[in-house]
């Protein structure tokens, strides 16, 4: 009745652990991708302003005309590049955007790769397309999380369709560089692959205002579909709003697929988008510093441990330690959870070869991510001493 791809599907690791004590006030959480501060009222003010005025109803089927224009503007503004209208969509959420961009480019027969460690809900979304998938690992160094292009090349088959990237990353903070971009770009241009970027977290970046982008270096005739949003850089998780940039070919298809999506973002959301593109810019420098400060405090009581291996990551807001022993991952975060309160997303969720790491959000109030980090290493000594 059910098709198997679909019945095989498996809550990830993330939700696991976080559902047996999600919204427990004794509990530390910093298992979810989010800051614990809510949107900032200059947005939050233009959403209910959109309401009262009665922006209630269906709209464009790639995202309202002035949203669209505002997202040529920011992306002109930080680029320097000139995109067509024709190449955006606004479905919903970036993570509605990833659904979408699968199932453009993924067939049963097909094969995706993922750049790995990742976000688990990729593996998902490509899961239910039948397509199969694997992943290619960045490796842990010294000098933090790398890539090597020539495992990419390796680990590309003759029906890979679809390569997944995600810049800075979740959950490894790992920047591409330019050379590389161009790198993977040429490969995929000749081998007619799709990437699919994902740069949610262009913005979240310490030193650098911006993140090197796809969008910088590409042909609007190339196969890549550039994933981005609002949730990370303004602090708007909850407000399901992010929009992809395809080939401006596909701008018919584009506008029919979202409409038997979502048909667009919610109006009234879409023009707190607007404000946020068109004002947002202090946001996004005071949110940033606040995360600064949030991982200078993880590098200064994680980085220097005998038991965990953990570089200064250079974008998003995670820290993904290597805890040295550990056995399993899953252990770890329900252990922590039950014995110090404290929630964290467990390794093995991000793909092969992490069961000994776990994931925490640094984006949080600095007095209590500071106490978490405390019972993190009280837990990690007790377990593993
Ligand atoms: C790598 C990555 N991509 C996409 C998303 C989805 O973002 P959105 O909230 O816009 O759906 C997330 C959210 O955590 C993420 O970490």
Redesign the pocket.
């Known amino acids: 009745m059910f098709k198997t791809e679909f019945i095989k599907l498996k809550q990830n690791g993330i939700t696991k652990t976080a559902f047996q004590r999600l919204g427990d006030p004794d509990v530390i959480p910093l298992w979810f ?1 989010e800051g614990d501060l809510a949107t900032p009222s200059l947005i939050r003010d233009e959403a209910k302003i959109a309401l009262d005025s009665g922006e209630t109803f269906y709209g464009h089927t790639r995202g309202k005309a002035e949203l669209r224009a505002a997202i040529l503007n920011y992306v002109q503004s930080i680029y320097n590049v000139d995109i067509k209208d024709e190449r955006i969509t606004v479905p919903g ?4 955007a ?1 659904t979408l961009a699968c199932q453009m480019t993924l067939s049963k027969s097909d094969h995706a790769l993922i750049v790995s460690p990742h ?1 688990p ?1 990729i593996d998902r979304a490509i899961q239910v397309t039948g397509a199969e998938y694997s992943c290619v690992r960045q490796l842990q160094t010294k000098n933090g999380w790398q890539l090597v292009i020539e495992d990419v090349r390796k680990s590309v088959r003759k029906n890979t369709r679809a390569i997944y990237i ?1 810049s800075p990353s ?1 959950p490894t903070g790992w920047v591409m560089s330019r050379e590389q971009q161009n790198e993977l770009l040429e490969f995929c241009r000749s081998r007619q692959i799709t990437i699919i970027a ?1 740069e ?2 262009h913005r979240t970046t310490y030193g650098i205002n911006v993140a090197p982008s796809f969008l910088e270096i590409a042909s609007e005739t190339d196969p890549l579909i550039v ?1 981005n ?4 850089a303004y602090a708007m ?1 909850g407000w ?3 929009w992809m940039i395809t080939p401006a070919s596909i701008s018919e298809q584009m506008a029919t697929l979202s409409e038997c999506y979502n048909t667009s973002a919610p109006a009234f959301i879409q023009r707190a988008g607007i404000k946020a593109l068109a004002e947002g810019e202090n946001i996004i420098t005071e949110l940033r510093d606040n995360y600064a400060i949030g991982r200078d405090i993880v590098m200064e009581k994680l980085g220097n441990h005998p038991l965990i291996q953990l570089t200064t990551p250079t974008g998003a807001f995670y820290a993904f330690p290597k805890i040295i022993g550990l056995s399993s991952s899953e252990e770890f975060a329900n252990s922590l959870l039950q014995k110090e309160n404290v929630g964290v997303a467990p390794g093995y969720t991000f793909g092969p070869g992490n069961d000994e790491h776990i994931r925490l959000c640094f984006a949080q109030s600095h007095t209590k991510l500071k106490e978490a980090l405390e019972r993190i290493v009280k837990h990690v000594e007790f377990c593993l001493q």
């Open positions: 991708g959420s970036s993570m509605s990833i976000w809900n995600n979740n994902d949610v977290y994933v949003g609002f949730s990370k998780t399901r709003l992010g």
